[in-house]
């Protein structure tokens, strides 16, 4: 059993505790100095004050690294360990018990090196992780500098971001009645709606991941069906889960759709409702009593036509601006005899 009642001790002292501990031997810099804190009431099993002191040189930036089966090198605070014999390792069950530091290679399957540096660098923030993880591109690996301890947390991190991407659908949707490429258009402005100008984004940012939520939409929001069978709620600001591509096929009257598998009920059935059938209205006959049809048929044409628009159909007014209107109207009464009588 070992005391441990240290309160505002020499680094020294305690260094030379653990080297009495561990039967190796210690090699420092001249950067080792300062005051630790290690105060535990009851007396502990070897083992365990190894580990304690061993955590407590960790917590104040003091870097144990083995050299050798016997000898320990210790770094100072606020200097980088690769100064010292670093060992690396790139399995797991060859991590060394304790807290020594060791540099770990994390070979990457799926993610980007560069992208899941920045991500652990963000986690590990703190004095110690500047230039502690170095990304490798071209391998596709991550080198880490950390104690053992912080690296098996690593290890558990990186097993859960390093999975294959979501995957994806390649669709055609034929449409029966509606133009492929006003439809495209169409959803094209719906789903960049939420993109306005304005509002702040960044490049390759990582779209936030939303749990499933099980059971019935809310009033305002479209529930798109997963895989698993569950319900995955959607907002208007969120109209997909994550990004989608579509285009026009014009020769075919297609439109091509690539986009996760839960996104395809609904981008189907709002094609659907693109191309739905619209009803012409009957037409209204109107009997006349005291006028021609061939003179009523061109003031209604006139009337209806946009202004500036060319008129088309069984009827072809043409009028002059200069003219005035009662010389307007007898021309345009001409124009519907004469086709009339052809």
């Known amino acids: 059993m070992v005391t441990l009642q240290y309160p505002s001790s ?81 399995n797991e069950a060859d991590i060394p018990p304790g807290d020594q530091t060791v540099s770990f290679l994390f070979k990457l399957s799926y993610a980007d090196p560069q992208e899941l540096a920045q991500v652990l660098t963000q986690y590990m923030s703190g004095p110690g992780s500047a230039g502690a993880i170095l990304a490798l591109p071209k391998s596709g690996s991550l080198l880490v500098t950390q104690n053992a301890g912080v690296i098996r947390r690593l290890a558990r991190i990186v097993s859960q971001l390093d999975v294959a991407p979501a995957e994806v659908v390649s669709e055609f949707v034929k449409l029966e009645r509606a133009d492929a490429q006003k439809v495209v258009d169409m959803l094209k402005d719906i789903f960049e709606k939420g993109n306005q100008p304005g509002q702040p984004s960044l490049p390759n940012a990582v779209r936030p991941i939303r749990p499933p939520i099980v059971g019935q939409p ?39 759709v690539i986009t996760r598998p839960s996104n395809m009920p609904f981008i189907r059935q709002l094609i659907a409702q693109f191309d739905e059938n619209v009803e012409f209205a009957k037409p209204v006959t109107r009997p006349l009593r005291y006028v021609s049809a061939a003179d009523m048929l061109p003031v209604i044409t006139q009337a209806l036509t ?37």
Do not use: C, W
């Open 10 to 90: 020499d680094v020294q002292d305690v260094l030379h505790l653990y080297e009495t501990l561990t039967g190796k031997r210690l090699v420092m810099d001249n950067n080792v100095q300062g005051k630790v804190n290690i105060f535990i009431t009851k007396p502990v099993p070897r083992e365990e004050a190894i580990k304690i002191i061993e955590m407590n040189l960790s917590l104040n930036g003091y870097s144990l690294v083995p050299a050798d089966e016997n000898i320990v090198e210790v770094v100072g605070v606020g200097k980088n360990p690769r100064v010292a014999a670093v060992p690396i390792v790139s």
């Open 218 to 256: 809310q009033p305002g929001q479209v529930a798109v069906e997963t895989e698993p069978g569950g319900m995955t709620v959607l907002s208007e600001d969120t109209l997909v889960v994550g990004k989608i591509k579509i285009s026009a096929d014009v020769r075919t009257n297609r439109i091509h």
């Open 306 to 342: 946009e202004p500036g628009a060319n008129q088309q159909g069984g009827t072809q007014t043409s009028t002059t601006p200069n003219l005035p209107a009662q010389q307007q109207a007898q021309q345009q009464r001409a124009n519907g005899i004469s086709n009339t009588a052809s």
